[in-house]
């Protein structure tokens, strides 16, 4: 039987809701470089692997209860809301990855390899988005952890309601998801308990 192992660092790991695992989520996936870099239909900032920003945290992993990649890679994407091609995955025996997840963070990517045929895994997938902050509607403005806070007060100052959606995507991240910026935030609204 093959086994894929599904990847997580975000929402994922609190909220599955239709994304089908064997087990529950366990912080136990490969170190990699995350960051709150990516800005949310909703005006969240969420997080994304970014191998330019991103701390190294440890991912959290779960095995699909799918045996074929297609069908777990499926099951991702529709509670991911996204694309197929924006689900990253790799096939340690096979050599296969995706193109998208090498093009976006190739280190990221060879350490997934790495750790999923360490740890008994014939693929892993993951949401392999990239960060958005500097488009127009977004961020605006190159990614960092000083822009990311200009951003979400504006964000408090214009629509409160998503200023609160925002930060507690940020409080309800998994412990081992510490950032630069949850660092910030956690410094800036102490208050916002």
Known sequence: MVKIAVLAWGSLVWDPRELKTAAKFAPNGPLLPIEFCR?????????????????????????????????AIENLRQREGTIASEIGFVEPASGRQSDVAMERHPQAVATIAAWAEASGYDAAI??????????????????????AIRYLEGLNAKDPAAFRRAWDYIKKAPAEVETPVRDAVAKHWPQAT
């Open 39 to 71: 800005v949310s239909k909703d005006g969240r900032l969420t997080l994304a692997i970014d191998e330019t920003f991103g701390d190294v945290c440890t991912a959290y992993s779960a095995p699909s209860a799918f045996a074929d990649r297609d069908a």
């Open 126 to 147: 993951w949401t392999a988005l990239a960060s958005n902050f500097s488009e127009h509607g977004k961020g605006g403005e190159p990614f960092s952890v000083t822009a």
